[in-house]
């Protein structure tokens, strides 16, 4: 996806590449001691890595620990106590603690002049420098300071620093301005200086204290039409993204950053404990930061808390959870997801429809996810099965049939994709791929994506499932936890460390498994899948779409690379690099009265009039009409009357 043309929202300040924040000595010093603490979360990640134990060897005995708002005395004690932590675990680092500790008693020293305090700063990282690659030496880009009394940090993203009068900024330009340096590291492969790194530091500050950045937000984009296909939902609660993925572009190709709370420990009941789960909101908003235009972010929320009966605690549940994702979209991220679980099939839809009414979004380029677990059954009371059923609701049990349920449920529910999981009580999951035939996976892509949804598998995924579910050309494949990207005690199931080596390990097993036939050919029938969602495509390429799927779920190879052959004038299409409606609206344009959605109305004027709406309304970059436009060519093949529906 060329992102450069691809994002929306929060651009505007792209432009700015200098200027200075001001800012007071008790913000500094929260910045230090907080920006230390995390150093030393830094430094046991590297001191383990440079072990390099195995799988087995790797032991935690501590979970996850929620984090605690903290004074700076509170921040020393912290310090303290993962200081004395790390020198258990790595003796040698003993000398290390004493120095460490004198000096940052001497930055918290209550009647030290600005100066005094600057010098302290500097030095101390100095000493975290010998231990842990921290930062480099090179021509600032950004400059700490003090003058007057008041300290100053200097952003200068180009040009001389010394030969500028750079402008005071807000605090929402500065954190533009950040992330904008942050993807300038990322882009030039190298480490913050001291000043760059107090720079980011600062900017976490502000974003804890409730100032936002306004990101672009990153569409996951029509099905078949990105320039990847399959993206790797790259997952970590966060501090694995800030301190790895993010680290490179390389690890960005084809890659979504998906923030989730994976580690389960011994609670294994699903029932009782969720497997997945909300992530740290401060860490959502530096990983966002982090990424800025350069990926799509997403972050799970969780499955609904129902005080009681579902009518009863819809209000509270809608509510809370709505609050939740408004939240995360407003932070720029491109999707939330929700586990539906605990609820009737009416319950669902109705839950959905009322989430996608209260979440504050862009429904355009914003979108809501429904986790479906194969695992969990489904009650079916939905009226049409009812009556199909000789009166009575139905259970689902069968994992086939819950995930083409679960398609049905996005659909009626009004959210934009459907997503399916495995995980039981047990964990490592099994994969979810292993859990249903290549058949039956393939099947619930291709109709999920004829209904317009994006899709993605989830749970148990290892290096040698890659391919498999490559070749459903599914949008998205969630890929962290102990199997793949993570360090995980076998005994306790606590989490340590983040593999971020493996990243290009999944991009090169993806790009090798799209360029052979079967990867081709799931990439064309998503593209076809998505034509004839949109009724872009002709009666001729339909039934070759038809043709392909069968091909595909036979596993008939020989005969996919001739249907391929025949089918190249699709796969010339070139791909979106503008907004997803609009680009909805151009294939229609260009096909014109070739296309299904021109036989679905009666009259070759009416069509002619509705093509005329159509650019106008892409000509003024109005994206509600469009959205009422295009939609509508549903309702019209549906009512089967050949009008219009009036916008």
């Given at each position: 996806?060329?992102?450069?043309?691809?994002?929306?929202?929060?651009?505007?300040?792209?432009?700015l590449?200098?200027?200075?924040?001001?800012?007071?000595e008790?913000?500094?010093?929260?910045?230090?001691?907080?920006?230390?603490?995390?150093?030393?979360?830094?430094?046991?990640?590297?001191?383990?890595?440079?072990?390099?134990?195995?799988?087995?060897?790797?032991?935690?005995?501590?979970?996850?620990?929620?984090?605690?708002?903290c004074?700076?005395?509170?921040?020393?004690?912290?310090?303290?106590?993962?200081?004395?932590?790390?020198?258990?675990?790595?003796?040698?680092?003993?000398?290390?603690?004493?120095?460490?500790?004198?000096?940052?008693?001497?930055?918290?020293?209550?009647?030290?002049?600005?100066?005094?305090?600057?010098?302290?700063?500097?030095?101390?990282?100095?000493?975290?420098?010998?231990?842990?690659?921290?930062?480099?030496?090179?021509?600032?880009?950004?400059?700490?300071?003090?003058?007057?009394?008041?300290?100053?940090?200097?952003?200068?993203?180009?040009?001389?620093?010394?030969?500028?009068?750079p402008?005071?900024?807000?605090?929402?330009q500065?954190?533009?301005?950040?992330?904008?340096?942050?993807?300038?590291?990322?882009?030039?492969?190298?480490?913050?200086?001291?000043?760059?790194?107090?720079?980011?530091?600062?900017?976490?500050v502000?974003?804890?204290?409730?100032?936002?950045?306004?990101?672009?937000?990153?569409?996951?984009?029509?099905?078949?039409?990105?320039?990847?296909?399959?993206?790797?939902?790259?997952?970590?609660?966060?501090?694995?993204?800030?301190?790895?993925?993010?680290?490179?572009?390389?690890?960005?190709?084809?890659?979504?950053?998906?923030?989730?709370?994976?580690?389960?420990?011994?609670?294994?009941?699903?029932?009782?404990?969720?497997?997945?789960?909300?992530?740290?909101?401060?860490?959502?908003?530096?990983?966002?930061?982090?990424?800025?235009?350069?990926?799509?972010?997403?972050?799970?929320?969780?499955?609904?808390?129902?005080?009681?009966?579902?009518?009863?605690?819809?209000?509270?549940?809608?509510?809370?959870?709505?609050?939740?994702?408004?939240?995360?979209?407003?932070?720029?991220?491109?999707?939330?997801?929700?586990?539906?679980?605990?609820?009737?099939?009416?319950?669902?839809?109705?839950?959905?429809?009322?989430?996608?009414?209260?979440?504050?979004?862009?429904?355009?380029?914003?979108?809501?996810?429904?986790?479906?677990?194969?695992?969990?059954?489904?009650?079916?009371?939905?009226?049409k099965?009812?009556?199909?059923?000789?009166?009575?609701?139905?259970?689902?049990?069968?994992?086939?049939?819950?995930?083409?349920?679960?398609?049905?449920?996005?659909?009626?529910?009004?959210?934009?994709?459907?997503?399916?999981?495995?995980?039981?009580?047990?964990?490592?999951?099994?994969?979810?791929?292993?859990?249903?035939?290549?058949?039956?996976?393939?099947?619930?892509?291709?109709?999920?994506?004829?209904?317009?949804?994006?899709?993605?598998?989830?749970?148990?995924?290892?290096?040698?499932?890659?391919p498999?579910?490559?070749?459903?050309?599914?949008?998205?494949?969630g890929?962290?936890?102990?199997?793949?990207?993570?360090?995980?005690?076998?005994n306790?199931?606590?989490h340590?460390?983040?593999?971020?080596?493996?990243?290009?390990?999944?991009?090169?097993?993806?790009?090798?498994?799209?360029?052979?036939t079967?990867?081709?050919?799931?990439?064309?029938?998503?593209?076809?899948?998505?034509?004839?969602?949109?009724?872009?495509?002709?009666?001729?390429?339909?039934?070759?779409?038809?043709?392909?799927?069968?091909?595909?779920?036979?596993?008939?190879?020989?005969?996919?690379?001739?249907?391929?052959?025949?089918?190249?004038?699709?796969?010339?299409?070139?791909?979106?690099?503008?907004?997803?409606?609009?680009?909805?609206?151009?294939?229609?344009?260009?096909?014109?009265?070739?296309?299904?959605?021109?036989?679905?109305f009666?009259?070759?004027?009416?069509?002619?009039?509705?093509?005329?709406?159509?650019?106008?309304?892409?000509?003024?970059?109005?994206?509600?009409?469009?959205?009422?436009?295009?939609?509508?060519?549903?309702?019209?093949?549906?009512?089967?009357?050949?009008?219009?529906?009036?916008?």
């Amino acid at each position: 996806m060329n992102t450069k043309k691809y994002a929306f929202n929060g651009l505007q300040s792209n432009s700015l590449k200098a200027g200075y924040l001001q800012f007071n000595e008790g913000l500094l010093k929260r910045a230090i001691c907080a920006d230390l603490l995390d150093a030393m979360e830094e430094l046991r990640i590297k001191k383990i890595k440079d072990l390099s134990p195995t799988d087995e060897q790797f032991i935690k005995n501590t979970p996850y620990s929620i984090s605690e708002y903290c004074t700076l005395n509170d921040f020393y004690i912290r310090i303290q106590s993962e200081l004395k932590s790390l020198v258990q675990e790595f003796p040698e680092l003993e000398t290390f603690q004493t120095l460490f500790l004198h000096e940052i008693n001497q930055i918290l020293e209550q009647n030290q002049d600005s100066k005094t305090l600057l010098n302290n700063i500097f030095h101390i990282y100095s000493l975290l420098n010998l231990h842990l690659e921290a930062w480099e030496e090179r021509q600032n880009s950004s400059k700490l300071y003090m003058k007057d009394g008041r300290f100053y940090i200097h952003i200068e993203l180009e040009g001389d620093l010394d030969n500028i009068e750079p402008p005071e900024l807000t605090n929402s330009q500065y954190l533009h301005v950040i992330s904008n340096l942050i993807t300038d590291l990322r882009k030039q492969n190298r480490l913050p200086t001291i000043d760059e790194r107090m720079a980011i530091r600062f900017a976490y500050v502000l974003l804890e204290k409730g100032h936002r950045y306004n990101g672009p937000i990153i569409p996951w984009g029509n099905s078949g039409f990105r320039d990847v296909q399959t993206y790797a939902s790259i997952t970590d609660p966060g501090l694995g993204h800030l301190y790895g993925t993010l680290k490179s572009n390389d690890n960005l190709k084809g890659v979504i950053v998906h923030i989730e709370h994976l580690e389960r420990g011994s609670d294994q009941d699903r029932e009782l404990v969720e497997p997945y789960r909300i992530p740290n909101f401060n860490i959502i908003g530096r990983v966002k930061l982090n990424v800025g235009g350069d990926a799509p972010s997403s972050s799970y929320v969780g499955r609904p808390l129902f005080e009681s009966d579902f009518k009863p605690s819809a209000v509270k549940t809608v509510h809370t959870w709505s609050a939740a994702c408004s939240a995360i979209f407003m932070d720029g991220l491109t999707e939330c997801k929700l586990a539906i679980e605990r609820m009737t099939a009416t319950e669902a839809i109705r839950f959905m429809k009322y989430m996608a009414g209260n979440v504050r979004r862009d429904p355009h380029t914003q979108a809501l996810a429904a986790a479906f677990n194969i695992n969990t059954p489904i009650l079916d009371d939905r009226e049409k099965t009812i009556k199909e059923n000789n009166g009575k609701p139905k259970l689902i049990t069968d994992r086939f049939e819950i995930g083409m349920l679960g398609i049905e449920i996005v659909k009626e529910g009004g959210f934009d994709k459907v997503t399916w999981d495995g995980t039981a009580n047990t964990y490592p999951s099994k994969c979810v791929i292993e859990q249903l035939t290549f058949s039956e996976a393939l099947t619930m892509v291709h109709k999920a994506h004829e209904e317009g949804l994006l899709t993605y598998f989830s749970a148990g995924f290892r290096f040698k499932h890659l391919p498999q579910v490559i070749y459903t050309g599914t949008d998205g494949i969630g890929l962290g936890g102990a199997q793949i990207l993570r360090y995980m005690d076998s005994n306790t199931g606590f989490h340590g460390p983040f593999k971020e080596e493996n990243i290009s390990k999944i991009i090169d097993i993806r790009e090798k498994a799209t360029k052979d036939t079967k990867g081709k050919a799931a990439i064309l029938l998503s593209r076809l899948d998505r034509l004839y969602f949109e009724k872009s495509i002709t009666p001729n390429d339909n039934k070759k779409r038809q043709l392909l799927f069968t091909q595909l779920k036979n596993n008939e190879v020989a005969e996919l690379a001739e249907t391929i052959q025949k089918l190249a004038h699709i796969d010339a299409l070139p791909h979106d690099t503008s907004h997803p409606l609009y680009s909805w609206a151009q294939r229609l344009i260009s096909a014109n009265t070739t296309c299904m959605a021109a036989q679905i109305f009666e009259e070759t004027k009416q069509w002619g009039e509705f093509l005329d709406s159509l650019s106008t309304a892409m000509d003024n970059q109005d994206y509600e009409k469009l959205s009422e436009l295009l939609f509508s060519i549903e309702k019209v093949e549906k009512s089967n009357t050949g009008e219009l529906v009036t916008v």
